[in-house]
């Protein structure tokens, strides 16, 4: 008798991702589409009508990949950019109509213990303890767990910003040392209560770090000198800091279009990658963190394994 195949999609304000696996837990099919979902929502917290459009065209394209997969049993979650737009709820009303996905709108709590679930199959089983960040289009959840097949939640923050929102609101496009101290402060102040609330200085020496985010694959292949950004070959990868460091240094040096041109990046994240880059930086300096591994599995991974146990 055949297994039955599972799929998760996840939503968020960048891009629509889809994950099939067997019920074996193999990989089937991924897809990741940029939606640009949360894209021109800074002026008046809504889903602009061009975003929607292409955030249906997406998961319409994901329900018939779905149906032509034999998908048994699916979960679609939406992240922060449906938490926050005034028109969220009415988006998955419509995808629900249009595209026939029933599409789950997540807090951010569940949002990171999702992420944490798939992160750790990624950590480094020397440490007792793990830092898992998400730098999402959206929003950025830091959660501190325990290390273990059934992690545990110590302590987690959902930071109200994200790559695209910061770009849009702090006008970051091509770095500007003003506008990125703004964006840094304003990190701070979230980062600080995570190392207060946390207790981090307890745990730190016996903690390991994975980033479950695009950046941090992107990155991850900038500094292994991939030539191209491979999100595989990427996922599972370590660094130090200060090799991130490195690379992101020479990234605040280029221009608009340098980006759109990079393989690394492209023009879909050209516009978002500075400030991503001044997020991710400023968590791993302020945290202390020395060494990150970058993970392609996140809450996809974990959603599937749900779906496979139920």
């Keep these: ?33 940029s939606t640009r979902l949360g894209e021109g929502m800074s002026e008046k917290n809504c889903f602009t009508d061009a975003a929607i459009e292409r955030g249906l065209q997406a998961l319409g394209k994901f329900a018939k990949i779905i149906r032509q997969n034999d998908v048994e049993s699916y979960r679609a979650i939406a992240t922060a950019a449906c938490r ?10 419509m995808v629900k109509e249009i595209c026939g996905i029933n599409l789950e709108i997540i807090d951010g709590e569940e949002e990171a213990l999702l992420t944490l679930h798939g992160a750790v199959l990624n950590a480094d089983k020397n440490f007792p303890y793990v830092i898992v960040y998400d ?31 910061a770009a849009e609101k702090f006008d970051l496009i091509e770095y500007d040392a003003p506008k990125a101290q703004k964006l840094a ?16 200085a307890r745990y730190l020496p016996e903690c390991c770090c994975v980033a479950t985010s695009s950046p941090a694959l992107r ?20 660094a130090d800091t200060e090799d991130f460091d490195k690379v992101i240094a020479d990234l605040f040096k280029m221009n608009f279009a340098q980006m759109s041109e990079s393989p690394y990046i492209g023009e879909n ?12 930086q400023t968590i791993y300096k302020n945290l202390h963190i020395k060494k990150i591994t970058s993970s392609l ?11 496979r146990e139920q």
């Design 185 to 200: 402060a304003e990190i701070k102040k979230y980062t600080d209560i995570f190392v207060k609330e946390s207790n981090l």
């Design 135 to 165: 730098l999402g289009g959206g929003s950025t959840e830091i959660t501190l767990a325990t290390n273990t097949t059934h992690p545990q939640i110590l302590y987690t923050i959902s930071i109200p910003w994200g790559a695209r929102t």
């Design 84 to 93: 926050t737009a005034e028109n969220g709820y009415k988006f998955v009303a």
């Design 1 to 33: 008798m055949a297994g039955k195949n599972l799929a998760a999609i996840d939503l968020g304000t960048n891009s629509c991702r889809l994950l099939i696996t067997a019920d074996n837990g193999k990989e089937v099919y991924r897809e990741a589409i």
């Design 297 to 307: 599995k996140g809450a996809m991974e974990a959603v599937c394994a749900e779906l």
């Design 219 to 238: 990155m991850m292949s900038m500094i292994k000198n991939t030539k191209t950004y491979d999100r595989y070959y990427a996922d599972g990868l370590s």
């Design 269 to 280: 994240r050209a516009a978002i990658f500075v400030a991503g880059g001044i997020i991710f």
